[in-house]
């Protein structure tokens, strides 16, 4: 049975998509099988991951609108252990019809009942704004993943968030737990850093994740690639964080062999290509 996995924060440019992409990237090198699903209208995951609007043949828009089941909206990668389904919206149009059908809570919760025996996690990238889209993430998730950037409003959108995920344990999911809170972009001797890390450990130490996402280049780079920062370079700080959130959240359920393991994994990808 999948375990389901929201990332979500109101609030923009904290690395939600990165943090989804990579976390399920290096859950998947695993040999753990994913599901990562795009529900932010600017499908940013897929793109992420090298889907676009001329390969995608569905995606969370038809799920929505009843036109294809979770079944057919389902993409393979480059990773034979992770698959994604874009959010496949692609106009204004489709964003607003998207979203009006999307105050329907429940639709993703009855859509994923068909395949959570076909995965052992599944990472849901959420927008950047409550309602709609989250509700129905969070409604069908098992635990939320809180991605927070250093910052001056960044323990005010924490705070916001875990007001409204006690409002949706009473009305739409009641066992959903926080999985932690993730710090990312972190940058070393940033006065702002220290600050929202200072108010983070006062505040809410006991949900704060070990692992710390670092600011760098790599993680936009591999981005523009179409990659996962494992497949683009495994040695960088950023894609060695992720397999270390990816270890931390996995805990003992995964059992992750030596780095080397992962290594003979991208070679193998790489030589495929």
Not at 25 to 32: G, K, M, T
Not at 36 to 63: C, F, P, Q, R, W
Request: glycine content about 6%; aromatic content about 6%.
């Amino acid at each position: 049975m999948a375990r389901t996995i929201a990332v979500a924060i109101p609030k923009g440019g904290v690395g939600k998509t990165t943090t989804a992409v990579n976390l399920a990237a290096s859950l998947a090198f695993s040999e753990r099988r994913t599901l990562l699903i795009d529900m932010d209208t600017s499908g940013a995951a897929g793109l992420a991951l090298g889907l676009t609007e001329a390969n995608s043949k569905a995606g969370v828009y038809d799920i929505f609108n009843f036109i294809s089941g979770i079944n057919t909206a389902i993409h393979k990668t480059e990773i034979p252990t992770l698959d994604v389904v874009p959010a496949n919206v692609h106009t204004l149009l489709r964003e607003e019809r998207l979203m009006k059908l999307a105050d329907n809570r429940l639709i993703l919760k009855n859509s994923l009942r068909s395949i959570t025996r076909d995965y052992d996690y599944i990472i849901i990238d959420c927008p950047p704004f409550l309602r709609g889209l989250t509700t129905n993430a969070l409604t069908a998730s098992d635990s939320v993943l809180v991605p927070v950037k250093p910052g001056h409003f960044a323990l005010d959108a924490v705070d916001k968030f875990f007001k409204y995920i006690d409002w949706v344990r009473e009305v739409a999911n009641k066992m959903i737990q926080i999985e932690g809170i993730v710090v990312t972009m972190y940058e070393t001797g940033s006065r702002a850093t220290e600050i929202t890390m200072r108010e983070l450990q006062s505040k809410y130490r006991r949900h704060l994740c070990e692992t710390i996402i670092p600011r760098h280049a790599a993680l936009a780079e591999a981005c523009f690639y179409g990659k996962p920062a494992i497949l683009y370079n495994i040695n960088s700080p950023g894609a060695v964080a992720y397999l270390d959130l990816a270890r931390e959240i996995a805990g003992d359920q995964i059992p992750f062999e030596q780095r080397h393991i992962v290594d003979e994994s991208v070679q193998a990808i790489s030589q495929q290509a």
